[in-house]
Every structure is written in C-alpha cells, then in structure tokens.
C-alpha cells in the first residue's frame, strides 16, 4: 500500500485547509486510516482516525469541533478539513493506515506540510 498525501500549504490565522490522502491497492476499505502530524521539535500526535466504515471518528479533544476527517473507499480517499487554523498547527502532516490485526499504523505517507502564519 503507497500513501500519497496532498493539500498542504500556508494560510493564514484563522484559515481553513483540506488535506487529501489518496491511497493504491485494492484493500483501501480494510484499513483503519488516520492523520498524524509533527511539529519541529515536537513528537508525532495522533490528529485524527476513521475506521473502516467511516462511520466512526475520533479526535483529540483539543481538536474536536476544528477538524474533521472523512474517507470514500470507493475512491481511496481520506481527507482531513482543518478549520479555525493557528500558528500552533504548523506541522508536517502524515496520513496512515491500520492493516487488519495490526496493533498500530503499518503504512505511511510522505507528509505535506501546513503552515499557519500569525
């Protein structure tokens, strides 16, 4: 399975971006996808996952109601909304996938990087 994620950019305080993640393979609606971001210095966090179905989401709470991840299997998409955008958001943003059975995210993307000026 390739990740490719796209969408990245700057913005500005108080923007709003949507990042893409477009995956190959055929078993894309198997997978428990998620978006992870890295700041400079910072450790890696969870932003936002959807399980297979893409009826359930899950957010860290200091992210709910600002950001928003959704999926199309058939199109091997899942995408992340980001509204309400701040300089704490600059980060380089990754898109990951859970296998079935896997414990955690066994398959990467490159990063896109987001950028919020003040």
């Known amino acids: 399975v390739q990740l490719q994620a796209s969408g990245g950019g700057l913005v500005q305080h108080g923007g709003s971006l949507r990042l893409s993640c477009a995956a190959s393979?055929?078993?894309?609606?198997?997978?428990?996808m998620a978006w992870f971001r890295q700041a400079p210095g910072k450790e890696r966090e969870l932003v936002a996952s959807i399980d297979r179905s893409g009826k359930n989401t899950y957010y860290p709470d200091s992210l709910k109601g600002r950001f928003t991840i959704s999926r199309a299997n058939a199109k091997k998409t899942v995408d992340l909304q980001m509204n309400s955008l701040n300089p704490e958001d600059t980060a380089i943003y990754y898109c990951a996938a859970q296998p079935p059975g896997a414990t955690g995210y066994t398959y990467w993307g490159q990063g896109t990087q987001v950028t919020v000026s003040s």
């Open positions: 393979g055929r078993i894309f609606g198997s997978f428990v």
